[in-house]
């Protein structure tokens, strides 16, 4: 069963995640992802829509970081999906990201490789990496000071707290909040109106934006990071806390 649909709705192209209830960050399913996102550059598509259903996602699959862990094997999710958020934004076309439900982890770094973000009333958004004693892996330490500043993002990311669609909108995390029941009506329109304009200007203008805010070393700096930290102590722990549903017992440095 595909954990990825990808829906051919030119001029837009529709990149909806399936991997229901919460659409966890596994490697089959961001394989199937970065397929996706190689369909949807194709100039067929002159803007793209990303969601999930009926959560956006809420992060990395806890049970492969465990299984990766107890055989004292590397991380490859990390590597999966940085790749994945850096095709996203990378794509030479407007992006929208429709946010249902949770955006947590490598969901809200999903998210954030989109050019705007869409959220419902009813969202939860975050990086909780810190709680598992890790870091975000797939761009959140660089890609969220841009979007909400940087001493906002310091707070999100070292409290590992989940901030709301209001807050979200409120400190620019999120472009727009509507009803649920709106959002993927509202993403699609919006998409089809980005789509009849100027999209070489757009790819274009997306280009020169980026050169103002070039992400490869810090992007490079994070998953090295996170790949150092995986291998601890702390998130062996902060991983079995979570799964077994308790308190972890961190030891720090």
Do not use: H
């Not at 999906?81 to 249902?100: D, E, G, N, R």
Request: no cysteine; hydrophobic share 50%.
């Amino acid at each position: 069963m595909s954990l990825v649909d990808f829906i051919d709705d030119a001029p837009v192209g529709l990149i909806r995640l399936v991997r229901r209830p919460v659409n966890a960050l596994n490697r089959e399913l961001l394989s199937e992802l970065n397929q996706a996102l190689i369909n949807a550059a194709d100039p067929e598509f002159r803007a793209v829509v990303i969601t999930g259903e009926p959560n956006f996602s809420a992060g990395a699959d806890v049970a492969e970081f465990k299984a990766a862990l107890d055989a004292g094997a590397s991380d490859q999710l990390g590597t999966l999906l940085s790749a994945a958020v850096t095709a996203l934004s990378q794509l030479a076309k407007p992006t929208i990201a429709a946010v249902p439900g949770y955006a947590l982890g490598g969901g809200l770094e999903l998210a954030m490789g989109a050019d705007f973000r869409y959220v419902a009333s009813t969202a939860s958004l975050g990086q909780p990496e810190v709680t598992l004693g890790l870091i975000p892996g797939a761009g959140g330490t660089q890609r969220l000071p841009r979007l909400v500043g940087w001493q906002r993002a310091k707070e999100l990311v070292l409290s590992g707290r989940m901030i709301r669609a209001e807050e979200a909108l409120r400190i620019g995390l999120a472009d727009r909040v509507m009803e649920y029941g709106d959002l993927i009506s509202t993403a699609l329109s919006d998409a089809g109106r980005w789509a009849a304009g100027p999209t070489a200007a757009y790819a274009a203008a997306k280009q020169a934006l980026e050169a103002a805010w070039p992400l490869e070393a810090g992007i490079a700096k994070e998953l090295a990071l996170f790949g150092e930290l995986f291998g601890s102590e702390d998130a062996g722990e902060g991983v079995d806390a979570f799964w077994t549903k308790r308190p972890p017992r961190f030891k720090g440095l």
